[in-house]
């Protein structure tokens, strides 16, 4: 549930010490474009990402550190037996009562943030190169623009972002439509980019974009490293 991660605030201190030491990159794009391929890849290739929305999950998740706030707040019955949040039914819930969808954000987004800055400190001292912030609702939320060196901007055509989402989930066309309406615009989404990767053709053409990226973001690593 995007959602979840749409309006963090980014921790901005911390965020602008580790942004003395290495690029933070922000990743973007809307439902289905591609965010995770490409961040999978970049993890390959040696980057340190950090997937806010895999946070929102986990937080969610049995166990998760978000589950006993939410049931205090909304009741039992949105917890499913395996403790786990009951998605569909929040989903439902805060796409139609704007104060629940805060009482939800209030609840999650602090955990998102502290748990994305644990990620973020333990990559830097790692010793990755960049550090990539996968962020579902970057553009939206406008906490994040000031706070990185660089925006990624996945982007296909919204009828390919549909396939895709029906293809992996069991959502109808009329539920992709509705999430993709939600959202920020192509169109506004790729005039704040500073790189687009394409994502309309098959994952090896991806692998090659991505490849190109990598470098592309290794380069201003130099040029930031040799200025200061
Ligand atoms: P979400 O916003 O829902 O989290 P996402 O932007 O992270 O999605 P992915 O999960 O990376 O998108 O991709 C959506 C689906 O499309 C996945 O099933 C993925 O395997 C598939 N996919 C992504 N890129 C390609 C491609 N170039 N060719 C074929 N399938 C692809």
């Keep these: ?15 602008s010490a580790l ?9 973007t794009g809307g439902i289905g474009s591609g965010k995770t391929a490409v961040s999978d890849l970049l993890t390959q290739l040696g980057a340190g990402v950090i997937d806010t ?49 805060k009482s939800l954000e209030e609840i999650t987004h602090p955990l998102i943030r502290q748990e994305t800055l644990r990620q973020a400190l333990l990559l ?15 553009v939206e939320s406008g906490n994040w623009t000031d706070q990185i060196d660089y925006l990624v901007v996945v982007d296909c055509p919204e009828e ?33 980019a500073n790189t687009v990767v394409e994502n309309q053709g098959s994952l090896s053409e991806l692998k090659s974009a991505v490849e190109q990226l990598h470098q592309k973001i290794l380069g201003i690593k130099k040029a930031k490293l040799s200025s200061s």
Excluded at 19 to 27: D, E, I, K, S
Excluded at 71 to 100: C, H, N, W, Y
Excluded at 124 to 138: I, N, S, T
Excluded at 173 to 185: D, H
């Design 53 to 101: 929305d895999l946070i929102a999950h986990q937080i969610t998740a049995p166990g998760g550190s978000a589950i006993p706030l939410i049931q205090a707040r909304f009741g039992s019955e949105f917890i499913e037996p395996s403790g786990a949040l009951d998605r569909a039914k929040m989903r439902t819930l805060v796409f139609s009562t704007l104060d629940a969808r």
């Design 19 to 27: 942004r003395q030491r290495l690029p933070l990159v922000g990743l």
């Design 124 to 138: 830097a001292d790692a010793a990755v190169p960049y550090l990539v912030f996968v962020v579902p609702l970057l």
């Design 160 to 192: 390919t972002q549909i396939q895709r989402v029906m293809q992996r989930s069991n959502l109808s066309r009329l539920e992709v439509e509705a999430i993709l309406e939600a959202q920020a615009s192509r169109q506004t989404r790729l005039a704040l």
């Design 1 to 15: 549930m995007a959602t979840e991660s749409s309006n963090i605030p980014t921790g901005q201190s911390h965020l």
